[in-house]
């Protein structure tokens, strides 16, 4: 069979947008996974894992379908999480932190900023629809209880609203890696796992191969009394109130059937607290 390999790339090692050409093989990476030129197809899964062949590109409809980023990652958060202006280095670091842990430090996570309901589902809904539609990590960063998330809790002018788990069927169904509910109980229960709560609610809509949530009030004591003074930390110190609550992971099998699995109280950052999560 005669070989179809594009003959332009033979002397390019580095080309268009850093794509690479390995000499060797005949193949190009993508940063992501390897393609052949010579059947035309991508030879390694897409690390999105989108729903149906992870060989393809946007499920096999590049006409209709771009894929700009390849993987993207979101932090929802309030912006006055301990007072006015106070939530932006929150946001910034959780945003460093997921791009380390998916992107090898690429800048692939959006920030996002949400002051009230509307805006929320806004934004939630039209999130990842410029890509594959799969998502690595979302984070939301806001004040809540067991059955709410609240916006602008600690603005000068107070609270701007809720969101309840009532509303959850205003948000459209999303595919993700992690999903990780950073407000007070969101997963509170006292037996039942699958009894109603803002975890259980978002695990049920979602499809997210982790949900992780606290059984009691979070806290980030490392670097809350610091935001004043210039000084930044690596990552943020993620507490919440020790056993039998603690922070836990919400996983649902193809039955729908969700557990809800205690993994420890205090982590030195997002990625120690993923990373348990999928132990």
């Not at 897409?46 to 590109?57: H, I, L, S």
């Not at 932190?97 to 309901?117: C, F, P, R």
């Not at 709560?197 to 490392?222: C, Q, W």
């Amino acid at each position: 069979m005669q070989d179809l390999r594009i003959t332009y790339y033979c002397n390019v090692t580095i080309s268009l947008f850093g794509v690479y050409f390995d000499k060797e093989t005949g193949n190009i990476y993508l940063r992501a996974r390897y393609y052949d030129p010579g059947v035309g197809r991508f030879i390694s899964e897409d690390p999105a894992r989108a729903e149906g062949n992870w060989y393809v590109y946007c499920m096999n409809n590049p006409i209709n379908r771009i894929d700009p980023w390849g993987l993207d990652s979101y932090v929802f958060y309030d912006p006055d999480m301990y007072g006015d202006g106070t939530g932006e280095k929150y946001a910034l670091q959780l945003e460093a932190e997921l791009n380390a842990m998916y992107y090898d430090g690429d800048d692939k996570t959006h920030v996002i900023a949400v002051t009230n309901k509307d805006y929320f589902i806004e934004k939630w809904n039209v999130m990842g629809r410029a890509g594959s539609g799969t998502i690595e990590g979302v984070v939301l960063l806001f004040h809540g209880d067991d059955d709410l998330i609240q916006f602008g809790t600690h603005a000068s002018d107070g609270p701007t609203g809720n969101f309840t788990m009532g509303e959850m069927n205003k948000l459209e169904s999303k595919t993700m890696d992690t999903l990780t509910l950073l407000s007070c109980d969101p997963g509170h229960v006292d037996s039942d796992p699958n009894v109603s709560n803002f975890a259980t609610e978002m695990t049920k809509r979602m499809n997210a191969n982790y949900l992780i949530a606290s059984d009691g009030h979070v806290r980030n004591p490392v670097i809350r009394p610091w935001y004043g003074l210039g000084v930044w930390f690596k990552y943020i110190k993620l507490e919440t109130d020790t056993d039998p609550k603690g922070f836990k992971v919400y996983i649902k099998n193809s039955d729908g059937k969700i557990t809800a699995t205690g993994i420890g109280s205090s982590f030195k950052g997002l990625k120690k607290l993923i990373d348990a999560a999928k132990k």
